[in-house]
């Protein structure tokens, strides 16, 4: 027989093997695990130690209720879960489908529907040889709900309802499982394993491959900013930002060599260009796994730095978590267990120029010897800044149910890996004494906005088509908890530097970009330029892009970057200001209509345009050929254009926007006209 019980601070069920668990973590907030095993693991996953709270319990007939704040769970004999906010009004029920389930949904007057043959339950645990057990968890689906956030995935739209989402790590897909709720709750599920996440029309499923048990953090708020607030409380918020953080940087795939770098930084300075960050791609090493700059290309890099530092230019390199086999750190990780294991076949992950192993970023012994490498041969000599590429990290093939970690098996532990690989350089560069950590991150996981993680969206292809997907992929990512986010302007790949089909998207980019977080020129140029040799010391030499510095595409287009640098340059402070309020509260820079105009119906349904920071409206000019395009100003204030027209809010409106120019309008009143108007 089932039993119900009642703790001080928490409430809990039991029947044959499964223990449910309720108790309060956070402000408004509850953390629901469940498992099969005798008792539950001590792992926190992606959440913070809780703060000590007192619940409200409560038991009626057959049923214990716990309050915390503005959430109450409702439990009954039968084991069912549902959750109500402050007024009594049902956020989320788990969805069972027995003869004997009884409905505890507060909107649901008849049993009719909860009744019937179909044999689910809310929580099933499929037991898989070894142990473990594919976990599936099932709640009702509410036909006027919309959901946002989950992380980054390709694909253009902002409301994820109807849409199923992997839970798992590629190059350009970040799994990173909060989402958010117009319904007014927030839902981390806070488990690591590869599975998949369903918002359908008929029901939401949460699944994990293999997994000890369930575990996941629910919070009720009446806004969309308060659940973010509440979020980052649990689960960590960005450290301060640096100040060079909010100017340009400049990347290409990829500076070959020392000498490259100098006349580049030595460029943007002639031509009077701000610059903060110059960036290093890979291949700047002897081989994969060495961590260190190849002397032949790179004879004095200490030296390099000190001129960058005396230019006001901050360094950044790449760092790729792949060991090649030639490798002389190969033998030593092999032999201690730190790199990631292959449960068949040959020990190989990656095969891009060269047979390559991933060091295993779970485990704590490879981070601290991984960054003690680094230390020694870039922080050492002056580089305090870290491209940490790969970090999904990015199979050959996704297999994941083939790869091992020391945390445990890919399928079930391998969304952490990303996280992880940040925290071993973050925790590397609290103890050499920095404190203002950015680290530039390709994947990212709950709680890695705690490591100075800026993610980026990948390698997303040089196209318009591209280009739509990432300002949903920005605006979820910041409303997943991880507000530093940065594309490569221009896309990844597939763009010709003489191609005036690419400058028009470029320029689309660049002035998106300005009104983003990070600034940060990126890409594999066409026409690719190949080594002067093929091989050194029987090592695979990497060839690179075209350039891609602003003044690469000609006058016309040099000028209209230039002037949209000159924009950014004078928002930097504002940018500054919406990097600290990240820190404090977890806000995303990049937000959706609804952050600030809840109450209006067009805020939740436009998706092509956004607020960055309190002040500014951005509609970004997403599809080639296009001079015109219309904008919803929302609010009842009154909005400026940059070239001086006002518009009253409440209205939809047609813009005109010609190649020089992105439609950008100013919230009268704030500081931001007198400074960018006519400017």
Known sequence: MS??????????????????????????????????????????????????????????????????????????????LAFYNQRGELLLEEMWRQRSTVGIGASEKSQDKYISALKLDGREFKPLPGGKYQLSVRFESRADERIYGMGQYQQPWLDL??????????NSQASVPFMQSSLGYGLLWNNPAIGEASFAKNHTQWQAKVTQEMDYWITAADSIQAITRQYARATGTPPPAPAFTSGL??????????????????????????????????????????????????PDPKAMVAELNALGIELMVSVWPTVEARSPLFPVMKAKGWLVTSERGVQVNLDFMGNTTFFDATHPQARAFVWETVKKNYYDLGIKLFWLD???????????????????????VGNQYPRDFAQGFYEGLRASGEQDIVNLVRCSWAGSQRFGVLSWSGDVHSSFHAFRNQLAAGLNMGLAGIPWWTTDIGGFQGGNVNDPAFHELLIRWFQWAVFCPVLRMHGYREPQIQPPESYRHGIPQCNSGSANELWSYGEENYAIMQHWLSVREKLRPYIDALFANAHQHGDPLMRPLFWHYPHETQSWQVEDQYLFGDDLLVAPVLHAGERER???????????????????????????AGLETIPVFI?????????????
């Open 667 to 679: 919230r009268e009143g704030s500081e931001l006209v007198g400074l960018l108007v006519n400017g």
């Open 249 to 298: 940087w400049q990347c290409k795939l990829r500076y070959r060599s020392q000498q490259e770098v100098l006349e580049v930084a030595r460029e943007y300075r002639r031509r009077h260009l701000p610059l903060s960050v110059m960036v290093i791609d890979f291949f700047h090493w002897p081989n994969q796994g060495t961590w260190c700059f190849d002397p032949v290309d790179w």
């Open 630 to 656: 219309e904008v919803w100003l929302p609010g009842s204030h009154v909005w400026v254009a940059l070239s001086g027209e006002r518009y009253q809010g409440q209205q939809r409106i047609k813009v005109s």
């Open 161 to 170: 309802k109807g849409c199923v989402l992997e839970l798992a790590q590629r």
């Open 390 to 412: 790969e970090a999904e990290p990015e199979y050959r093939a996704y297999d994941f149910d083939n790869y091992r970690y020391h945390a445990g098996p890919v399928l079930e």
């Open 3 to 80: 039993e119900l019980i009642q703790h001080p601070d928490s409430i809990e069920w039991r029947f044959e093997r499964q223990i449910l668990r309720i108790e309060p973590w956070g402000e408004n907030s509850l953390r629901v695990r469940a498992t099969c095993s005798p008792a539950f693991s001590d792992n926190l996953h992606a959440l913070l130690a809780p703060v000590a709270s007192s619940p409200q319990i409560s038991a009626q007939p057959e049923q214990l209720r716990l309050r915390n704040g503005n959430i109450t769970a409702v439990l009954n004999l039968k084991g069912q």
